[in-house]
Each structure stands twice: as structure tokens, then as C-alpha cells.
């Protein structure tokens, strides 16, 4: 399976031993980064099956192949294909949505265990994201009691997986990798865009050119390798040191009004 190549790539020579570095990437690295509340049972699952979320009750015995890709790798001298998953196999998905809320009661803990999972967050963040997304308007945040968000859940009407949520004037554009250095060359990318994200994974991408098709005032957010978890620490601070230079150079300076912190930098275009 290509789950299970990644993890014989990743642990090498530690594959036998696999559960014992599940369990200290979780409780010496991702518990120690404020991220408690990812469940230890939940997150051996995803490393050694892929499977981060269990929405409904049921075998999960198909494979999602739509996150499978192919990539060129060296063997002997000759570039060889191989199709497989390359994403992220250590961190896990639930840093995304499941580790913070604005709502208090998802992370309440009884006897210094966290009564809510960060499944159980990642749902309700993304849930609330929708609503606000459909509403046009920042959703409230109203603790649910168990019970409540029980029949809550038990009274949803089923929705056909045709009902698709219309919105005017928005509209969402992949673009392939490589496009950030192409954008530059079409007048109608100049000075388009108002924020600039950067994954950590992405960072080297940043250069000047992006000053090119930055608004005025134009937010740039990069993410730092907090939760890039085989770095060490002084790796982590080497790296948020050289993506301040990067931006500098880039034409950003920090923004004393963005909220930089040690998981992301931010910076504004110079003027």
C-alpha cells in the first residue's frame, strides 16, 4: 500500500519498532507543542493506517486514491516514476482545525484529559467555517452541551451529495506549483493579490518576484517548522531566521499588527 511504502521509507531500520516512535513523536514532540489534545489512540491510528477521521460508523476498507501522485525518483542512475502518497505522515491533519477553538467548552479537561478529541474540534471548526462562509457573516460561538450536540447531529436531515453551496462573487482557483513564478508575466496578476500565504513546505518559492503581483499593502503569511517535527530546535529558530531574510529581501517587513507568533511569521509589503 502506498501508505504503509511511505512509513518503510520514513522509519528505515526503526520500522519494527514503529509503535514506540508513534508514541513518542505524539507525547515528547506534539504534546510538548501545546497540542494536548490530539488523542493518542486517534493519532496511532492515522500513522499507521492514514485514517485520521472516522465520521461514521462502519469499516473504512476503500482506499481514497484522490491525494496519490507520481514523482520522479533516482534509481541506478535512471529516473524512475513511482505513484504514491507524498504528503505529511508525522504531524497529522488534525493541526489544521483541531487543535485550537474559539468555543471553550471543546477543550474543558476532566482529571487532565481533554474531554473532546481533535476529531471532535476539527468538525465543529470546519462546520462553523461553512456556516460562516455561507451566512457571509462571522459565526457565533454557542457551547453545546453533549446531549444537545447529540440530537443536534441525530436530527440532521440527510443531504444529497448534489446540493452545492452557491455563493456570488466567490470563487476558489487551483493553480499547478510551478504557476507562482508565471503569474508575474500576465498584466492581469499585477498587483492582484491582497494576501500571500506560504506554506512551510512552499517557502522556498518566495523570492521578488512576488512584489510583482503584491497589492498595495499586501499581508504575507508564512508558516514556520514548529510542527515540522524532525527538526530540532535550533533548526526551528534557522529556519524562522532565514524566512524573515527571504521576505525582507522579497520587499516585506514584519507587521507589528499581524499576529506572528511561533507557528507563523507576518510581514507587509514594503511601501
Request: net charge neutral.
Amino acid at each position: 500500500a502506498a501508505w504503509d511504502y511511505r512509513v518503510r521509507q520514513h522509519l528505515g531500520t526503526r520500522y519494527d519498532s514503529r509503535k514506540g516512535c508513534y508514541d513518542w513523536d505524539l507525547t515528547m514532540k506534539l504534546h510538548t507543542k501545546g497540542c494536548g489534545v490530539i488523542n493518542k489512540q486517534q493519532y496511532m491510528r492515522w500513522r499507521e493506517q492514514g485514517l485520521a477521521f472516522e465520521m461514521r460508523e462502519g469499516a473504512y476498507q476503500i482506499t481514497n486514491p484522490t491525494l496519490l501522485s507520481s514523482r520522479a525518483f533516482n534509481q541506478r542512475g535512471d529516473k524512475v516514476s513511482i505513484r504514491g502518497y507524498w504528503g505529511d505522515i508525522v504531524s497529522s491533519p488534525y493541526l489544521s482545525f483541531g487543535i485550537e477553538s474559539d468555543d471553550e467548552s471543546l477543550l474543558k479537561t476532566c482529571n487532565g484529559q481533554h474531554i473532546k478529541t481533535a476529531q471532535d474540534i476539527s468538525f465543529a471548526n470546519t462546520q462553523r467555517l461553512f456556516q460562516s462562509l455561507s451566512s457571509r457573516r462571522g459565526c457565533l460561538t454557542t457551547p453545546q452541551s453533549d446531549s444537545e450536540a447529540e440530537t443536534a447531529r441525530t436530527e440532521q436531515k440527510p443531504v444529497s451529495v448534489h446540493d452545492l453551496m452557491r455563493l456570488n462573487g466567490v470563487s476558489v482557483t487551483f493553480l499547478p506549483l510551478d504557476s507562482l513564478h508565471k503569474l508575474p508575466e500576465k498584466q492581469k496578476y499585477s498587483r492582484y493579490f491582497n494576501s500571500i500565504y506560504f506554506s512551510a513546505s512552499c517557502v522556498h518559492q518566495l523570492d521578488p518576484v512576488i512584489r510583482q503581483i503584491a497589492a498595495p499593502d499586501t499581508v504575507l503569511v508564512i508558516e514556520l517548522a514548529k510542527y515540522i517535527l524532525d527538526l530540532s530546535k535550533e533548526q526551528e529558530v534557522g529556519f524562522a531566521e532565514k524566512v524573515a531574510a527571504m521576505a525582507l529581501e522579497a520587499g516585506f517587513e514584519p507587521w507589528n499588527q499581524g499576529r506572528s507568533d511561533d507557528v507563523h511569521a507576518v510581514f507587509k509589503l514594503k511601501m
